[in-house]
């Protein structure tokens, strides 16, 4: 179904799908008791959606904000939270699309993004605090893809007797998919985005500034 033939609440509901559950419970948030409602009802009538469909409306959703010069107060971090809700290749991809349309707004995104190589800017107690609640499994696959500065500082926090565990693990699997790998990257940058909703570790924003715990 093309987009254009879609109305306004089920381009919204779809886009909520696409979100997933913890933003849109956000965004309930700041709607009606009448507008969650409705919405209620247009997300549990929403069967298959083509992953194409789900791209057009987010891009849509996009094409909006740069049309309202969405950058108002608070803006900026409502615009990054959805951005950190899409998986790793769906976020490259629009802020690609974005980078063309207007590079200074795009920019400001990026500085208020966390992504599986700022791991390497983490501070040691960051990212001993960070591997406590990492799978070790996802540890292995996304390290198959890590630049060296990222591998360095994560093989330099755990043990060695750990680290050869890993490096073993990383030998036994063999090749894997790099969609498989960007989906373990993801996985433990929504770990590291936890502990910096929770307080646990702190991430600076901002060009320039350090990570710190």
């Known amino acids: 179904m093309a987009r254009g033939g879609l109305s306004g609440r089920e381009k919204a509901a779809i886009l909520l799908i696409t979100l997933g559950r913890d933003y849109s419970a956000e965004l309930y948030k700041h709607m009606t008791e009448e507008e969650i409602s409705q919405m209620t009802i247009s997300i549990s009538t929403t069967r298959r959606i083509a992953p194409e469909l789900k791209e057009q409306i987010v891009d849509e959703f996009y094409e909006i904000c740069l049309a309202q ?3 108002t107060e608070g803006g900026i971090d409502t615009i990054v939270g959805i951005v950190n809700s899409l998986d790793r290749g769906s976020e490259r991809r629009l802020l690609e699309e974005l980078e063309l349309k207007d590079p200074e707004f795009t920019e400001e995104i990026r500085r208020h993004l966390f992504v599986f190589e700022d791991i390497a800017k983490l501070n040691n107690q960051a990212v001993q ?3 406590r609640d990492v799978d070790n499994n996802d540890l292995a696959i996304a390290l198959k893809l890590a630049t060296d500065d990222v591998s360095k500082i994560i093989f ?3 043990s060695k007797r ?3 565990m890993i490096k073993d693990d990383m030998e ?3 090749p894997v998919r790099v969609k498989d790998i960007e989906d373990a990257q993801q996985r433990i940058v929504a770990v590291i985005r936890k502990l ?3 307080h646990e570790i702190i991430i600076a924003r901002g060009e320039g500034d350090d990570m710190v715990v």
């Open 172 to 174: 036994v699997m063999g």
């Open 162 to 164: 750990l680290a050869d």
């Open 196 to 198: 910096d909703d929770d």
């Open 69 to 71: 010069k969405f950058i």
């Open 156 to 158: 330099s926090n755990v």
């Open 129 to 131: 605090r960070i591997l």
